[in-house]
């Protein structure tokens, strides 16, 4: 035999939560559907006892449409969501608090004190399923109402049926279940403490994943996707536009006269230029573009949904903007500029061959002048250097 196990989740000890899905309402339900189910098992011994003649039939009716009843009562808060206003929507410690009830009826009719000493033990069950739930000050509350509702009972059974008790018998089952219950709720708290540890221990754990993951993914110094994921994505949107054909372009950028620079005002003022010169082009983007650093500074530009005009207008708007950029510690007249070398990728191209057209782009516009761009077109042959943009470093 088994009490009713009620249908908890861990929102008592994880904090109160608005949980308004519909899907969330739908594992609540099912729960108490496993709660009904263990009913129904303890029903069962009920009718075991009733059989051998313990009980009244009457007791085995009652205990079945409580049953009904305070299931159905449950199932209806959850259907029309006013559990949702509760702190525990899923109603935990007042399943746990109920669930004895019906127990205790039974126990009130059974005539030995063994048979009830019976029952006492599977009235314990459900503190069993509430470690899982509970925290230590719950699970002492819960424990206290147990005790309490097990005195009310040998209050009625001294008041209504005098006979059927055995005051030695009685007072060792009291003190052992108030034993039990305490040595429960300690355990249920140390269990709690645990889950409690556990759950920052998984908070820890998944803030260092997500460490790593930037770690592994992001460059240092710039911010943006370092060398292995720019080269990542581009092969995810090659991949794509195999399954789904469309066009996308790339485009390599290289900063001019980045060596005079860190020659003449330092490593750190290149450093300086290559975060704002990142930070600027990130801001010019499009959520499904991807930037990253290719390589000291060069860096990578992958454009989903682009075509090779599409690319080349979007690049000359990134020269003019780091054009415009001025940098703290370097002198007001300072300026930047960068050249682009931009390629659209062929059908049935591999994402080496349309880097090799955009970085032979990028060298024609090194040539060329710099401070400008420079497609390659679909049949690998580049375009006329673009006007430049402004004053060459």
Known sequence: MDIAQPAFESETSAG???????????????????????????????LLFTYQGMTPPAVALHFLLFSIVANGLMWLLIHYNFNLRFRDPSMTMAQLTICQWPALWVMFFLEAGQAR???LLITIVPL??????????????????????????????????PAVLEPNLELIQ????????????????????????????NH??????????????????TGIYNRRRIVQALSDESNRCRRTPGAFSLGIMDVDHFKYVNDTHGHQAGDEVLRKIAKAVAGELRAIDSFGRYGGEEFLLVLPQTSLAGARIKSQRLCKTIESLRFTGLPEDFRISISIGVAEALPDENTDATLARADHALYQAKESGRNQVICCDKQQTHQPPEEHLGPQL
């Open 204 to 221: 820890e754990l998944k803030n260092a994943m997500e460490r790593i993951q930037e770690l592994v993914n992001i460059d240092e110094l």
């Open 128 to 161: 069993l399923y509430g470690i899982l739930a509970l925290n230590r000050r719950q699970f002492f509350w819960v424990s206290s109402v147990f005790f309490l509702q097990y005195s009310l009972l040998h209050l009625a059974l001294w008041q209504l049926r």
């Open 16 to 46: 109160p939560r608005e949980a308004t899905t519909s899907d969330d309402q739908a594992l609540r339900k099912r729960r108490l559907g496993m709660s009904f189910t263990s009913y129904m098992v303890t029903f069962a011994g009920v």
């Open 117 to 119: 000493a019976i029952f």
């Open 174 to 201: 009291s003190l052992v279940f108030l034993t039990v219950l305490a040595e429960a709720a300690l355990i249920g708290g140390f269990i709690s403490n645990l889950r409690g540890k556990l759950r920052l221990r």
